[in-house]
């Protein structure tokens, strides 16, 4: 059985036991976080409207953490201007732990 979830602005295709990483959610290492359930198939397939009814995925938060760094560099030629700049997105790493059915 596999759900698909929306968080963060981006969906994600998952099942129980599955790690994965998500936007930055307020919450810390331990603690359970609800998604909702946008698509839920098993021995029947439920598309939501555009949530599935009754149904949620449950998951463990397993730590904060930050991404890769993302270097934004800007030149225009023959003028002596450059600006090079760096970003860093926060990221919660995520296990499935349960998806419950309506």
């Known amino acids: 059985m596999f759900a698909v979830i929306k968080t963060g602005g981006k969906q994600y ?3 129980t036991n599955d ?3 998500v936007e930055k959610l307020e919450a810390a290492a331990g603690e359970s976080v609800t998604f909702p ?3 839920l198939s098993g021995e029947t397939t439920l598309v939501g409207a555009p ?3 009754g149904a949620s995925v449950t998951a463990e938060v397993v730590e ?3 991404g ?3 270097i934004a560099f800007k030149k225009r030629r023959r003028q002596n201007s450059r600006r090079k ?4 997105q926060d990221l ?4 499935i732990t349960e998806i419950a059915t309506a």
């Open 85 to 88: 700049r760096g970003h860093r």
């Open 51 to 53: 949530l599935v009814e």
């Open 68 to 70: 890769e760094k993302v």
């Open 92 to 95: 919660t790493v995520v296990r």
């Open 37 to 39: 359930v946008l698509l």
């Open 13 to 15: 295709r998952v099942a």
């Open 64 to 66: 904060q953490t930050r």
């Open 19 to 21: 790690v994965i990483t």
